[in-house]
């Protein structure tokens, strides 16, 4: 549905009106149109190097993490944009599950400009969206890992040509993966994803950019990996707008 600027017919002025940060609650903000101010994006969405394998902050002797480097393959490469924690949980919360599908727009533009992210947005072949169930789609209304996916397409070459929906199915609701145990984690997603067969030629031999919006443990993002690259994707990477502390 267009929202009110749109019907009041004046949607290219939105990014000049003033706004309320909704992080500080600064009025205006700067830049003007944004939802949060320049000063809040310094201090919680700054740049942080991250482990390319799974997105969790380096420490200082800027080496991988030693599990990443015992790990099997499933991921090339992973990219967040900030980690989850205040104000992003809210906001995410907001996005995910209140209907405030116009964070993708902010989330996405932090994401391509994440150290890493607009390298891994430019050299893909197609973009993938983190699929849901049908079940939990027709619950939640929208999945909020297409609307990422859009708003990055838009910020990369190619355009929305290069948005690949159909490549990935979920085909079972699985438990919160930070509820479990690493054995069950495992197991929660076995057979979790596939690659129908009438695509698996246009998988063959591509580079994958999956995108998600939380990266908890990183066993949802390998388990959609393994798929597609038992479909024949040549590489399968990954970005996502939040890292969660630990895994």
Known sequence: MPDRFSLLGIGPLRSWLPSQCQVCGIWPAHPLGQPICQECLAEFASAVLRCPTCALPLGPDRQPCGECMNRPAGLTHCVAAVDYGFPWNRLIARFKFQGDTAWAHLFATLMAQAPGGAELLGDCDALVPLPLTPRRLGERGYNQ?????????????????????????????????????????????????????????????????LVDDILTTGATLRAAARALTIAGAAEVNALVFARTPSA
């Open 145 to 209: 890992s297409m609307l990422l996916t859009k708003a990055l397409a838009n910020l990369g070459p190619g355009g929305p040509r290069r948005v690949r929906a159909t490549w990935l199915l979920k085909l079972k609701d699985t438990p919160a993966q930070h509820t479990l145990d690493r054995a069950a984690r495992l197991s929660n997603l076995q057979s979790a994803f596939v690659v129908p067969p009438d695509v698996r030629d246009q998988v063959s031999h591509r580079r994958v950019l």
